[in-house]
């Protein structure tokens, strides 16, 4: 990923994430997003998007979060990000790497020379799909990740690759 911002939140007290985005459409790439207690960045609204492109250097970079990329609204989308390290390239441990709360969502990517593909390591979960009694994740479509693995095919340990929980009601 090329990164071009970094935003890390390491010295924020309480569980604080770090952007929040609302709006339909929205678009973040070439970031790094690191240290927040809560998710490093939550997209709600309808159609957001999270990286693209690695070889064109969309990808974003996430750290030291609580969650890293929240796809909370329908159909959003995260490919071509690095989940798992700082700006730096060292380890950064996430709980979960990518939540899908929202229906229709797209992970990874269909190129089958991995440009749109998530590489998650260092995680307890690389992809949740639903929160245990939240809303319906139904649609999602999950595609050419790398899981395991640092952005140099090193190891990098992840505990569940992919967690489904069942929806309330």
Do not use: K, M, Y
Not at 8 to 15: C, E, F, I, K, R
């Amino acid at each position: 990923a090329g990164v071009r911002l970094v935003s890390d939140g390491q010295n924020l007290s309480g569980s604080v994430n770090g952007l929040v985005l609302t709006g339909a459409h929205a678009a973040v790439r070439g970031l790094a997003i690191s240290g927040f207690s809560g998710s490093c960045l939550v997209l709600s609204g309808d159609g957001s998007s999270a990286g693209g492109d690695s070889t064109a250097r969309q990808g974003n970079r996430f750290g030291s979060c609580g969650v890293a990329i929240g796809l909370l609204g329908p159909a959003g989308s995260a490919t071509g990000n690095i989940i798992g390290v700082d700006a730096s390239g060292q380890a950064a441990p996430v709980g979960t790497g990518i939540l899908i709360a929202g229906q229709g969502a797209t992970v990874g990517g269909e190129s089958a020379d991995g440009h749109f593909a998530n590489r998650i390591g260092n995680a307890t979960t690389a992809i949740e799909v639903g929160q245990p009694g939240g809303a319906n994740a139904s649609g999602a479509v999950i595609t050419r990740n790398i899981i395991g693995r640092d952005p140099q095919a090193n190891p990098a340990p992840v505990t569940f690759g992919v967690l489904i929980q069942p929806p309330s009601g």
